[in-house]
Nanobody, 114 residues
Framework: QVQLVESGGGLVQRGGSLRLSCKAS????????MFWARQAPGKQRDIIAR????????HYEDSVRGRFTVSKDMPKNTMYLQMNDLTPQDTAVYYC???????WGQGTQVTVSS
């Protein structure tokens, strides 16, 4: 069955970097658009980065554009989110999702201290 497992979250200082991973199983990520979303305490869950099936096209929400990079490693069947220049406003639970079929991972916590 389809499964998405995020990892790589943690505590980092302002200006630091983290790389999140989303390991997919049950389907090839090369065949599907996939997104990263995040949800801060008391706020709605927002899509922040998108990558198409082939990995050739990406799109970012304004607050992360230029700092975050989404990518796919097809042989590893894993999607990544490289996050640089982190700020406390980036503190949230980060989720990967396959919109076709509305599949979501369990999330990974990212906390940025000031």
């Amino acid at each position: 069955q389809v499964q998405l497992v995020e990892s790589g979250g943690g505590l980092v200082q302002r200006g630091g970097s983290l790389r999140l991973s989303c390991k997919a199983s049950g389907f090839p990520i090369s065949g599907y658009d996939m997104f990263w979303a995040r949800q801060a305490p008391g706020k709605q869950r927002d899509i922040i980065a998108r990558i198409n099936a082939s990995g050739a096209r990406t799109h970012y929400e304004d607050s992360v554009r230029g700092r975050f990079t989404v990518s796919k490693d097809m042989p590893k069947n894993t999607m990544y989110l490289q996050m640089n220049d982190l700020t406390p406003q980036d503190t949230a639970v980060y989720y990967c999702t396959r919109p076709t079929g509305d599949y979501w991972g369990q999330g990974t916590q990212v906390t940025v201290s000031s």
